[in-house]
């Protein structure tokens, strides 16, 4: 059981680049996230999807687009990178986002830097 | 204003000692909490999650709970070096998204 998962763990890129962050969960959990964590500003939230077939915003999600490819993968694309994007980026899983007991599971983590 | 408030630290606390590690909440209805442990350079790990006011205990940990004051805790009893991480709090909303605080980096000195 490998828990969360995420590629690339590193990348750096030019501004203007795009590149896709892949995740993939293999805990049968019905929701997946997508996290940004800055120094000083915690985890914030950029997109999440509840369920298969469906994706939602969160608090932070300009310059990003995102597709749950099934219920295993959820994927985040930056089209045209900017500085401000540098950041590490964390995708988590849970059981069914809504319910007040759920309990999210963090992937590796990928370290991204844009120059 | 901030959803959850943490504060950043360092805290720093001798070996053996009982660290204790604060947050609050602004959303009244909000029925879940989360502790997460992080390790530099690693991924938020979950250490232990309370719903109802008081105290739970899960080995060294204790995280306390008073809704009243919006407030939860987490106190890690015979702090051990292997304890230094940043610790963060997540409170999950009525609206139902989980917010995070920005996490309180705990140093214990051996």
């Known amino acids: 059981n490998a828990g969360v998962t995420q590629t690339p763990k590193f990348q750096v890129l030019k501004t203007g680049q795009s590149m896709t962050l892949q995740c993939a969960q293999d805990m049968n959990h019905n929701s997946m996230y997508w996290y940004r964590q800055d120094p000083g500003m915690g985890l914030r939230l950029i997109y999440y999807s509840a369920s298969e077939g469906t994706t939602d915003k969160g608090e932070v999600p300009n310059g990003y687009n995102v597709s749950r490819l099934n219920k295993r993968e959820f994927s985040l694309r930056l089209e045209s990178a900017a500085p401000s994007q540098t950041s590490v980026y964390f995708c988590?899983?849970?059981?069914?986002?809504?319910?007040?007991?759920?309990?999210?599971?963090f992937g590796p983590g990928t370290r991204l830097t844009v120059l | 204003q901030k959803e959850v408030e943490q504060n950043s630290g360092p805290l720093s606390v001798p070996e053996g000692a009982i660290a204790s590690l604060n947050c609050t909440y602004s959303?009244?209805?909000?029925?879940?909490f989360f502790w997460y442990r992080q390790y530099s350079g690693k991924s938020p790990e979950l250490i232990m999650f309370i719903y109802s006011n008081g105290d739970k205990e899960d080995g060294r940990f204790t995280a306390q709970l008073n809704k009243a004051s919006q407030y939860v805790s987490l106190l890690i009893r015979d702090s051990q070096p292997s304890d230094s991480a940043t610790y963060l709090c997540?409170?999950?909303?009525?609206?139902?998204?989980?917010?995070f605080g920005a996490g309180t980096r705990l140093t214990v000195k051996p």
């Open positions: 997540a409170v999950y909303f009525v609206r139902g998204d989980m917010r």
């Open positions: 959303d009244r209805g909000s029925q879940s």
């Open positions: 988590a899983s849970s059981v069914h986002r809504g319910e007040s007991t759920d309990t999210q599971y």
